[in-house]
Nanobody, 127 residues
Framework: QVQLVESGGGLVQAGGSLRLSCAAS????????MGWFRQAPGKEREFVAA????????YYVDSVKGRFTISRDNAKNTVYLQMNSLKPEDTAVYYC????????????????????WGQGTQVTVPA
């Protein structure tokens, strides 16, 4: 079992920044590709960003490219999402997730392979 706990959400004005953190506990963090998803009110959950097990590969949804950065610190069992130039349309509950991939350098961009999910953290960017 892997437990994931997100933090760092909040209310920020448009153009501002936030850094989300996702701390993993339980089984070893290594061997897991990580991802961030978000769900806005009345909308389906959508993929935001993913990072490979070793951090060498990343992938982003087009709407956040150039503004968001995903990173991980395997020594701290933590994955981050740095969010800059935030927009009202970024308002959502943000979830981190873990998918076991062994030591393959792959990113996982769909939700089904992710077996562990955090409880979510709210990000609000007023219009």
């Amino acid at each position: 079992q892997v437990q994931l706990v997100e933090s760092g959400g909040g209310l920020v004005q448009a153009g501002g920044s936030l850094r989300l953190s996702c701390a993993a506990s339980g089984r070893t963090f290594s061997g897991y590709a990580m991802g961030w998803f978000r769900q806005a009110p009345g909308k389906e959950r959508e993929f935001v960003a993913a990072i490979s097990e070793n951090g060498a590969s990343t992938y982003y949804v087009d709407s956040v490219k150039g503004r968001f950065t995903i990173s991980r610190d395997n020594a701290k069992n933590t994955v981050y999402l740095q969010m800059n130039s935030l927009k009202p349309e970024d308002t959502a509950v943000y979830y981190c997730a873990a998918a076991y991939v062994g030591y393959a350098t792959v990113v996982v961009t769909t939700s089904r392979p992710y077996t562990y999910w955090g409880q979510g953290t709210q990000v609000t960017v007023p219009a």
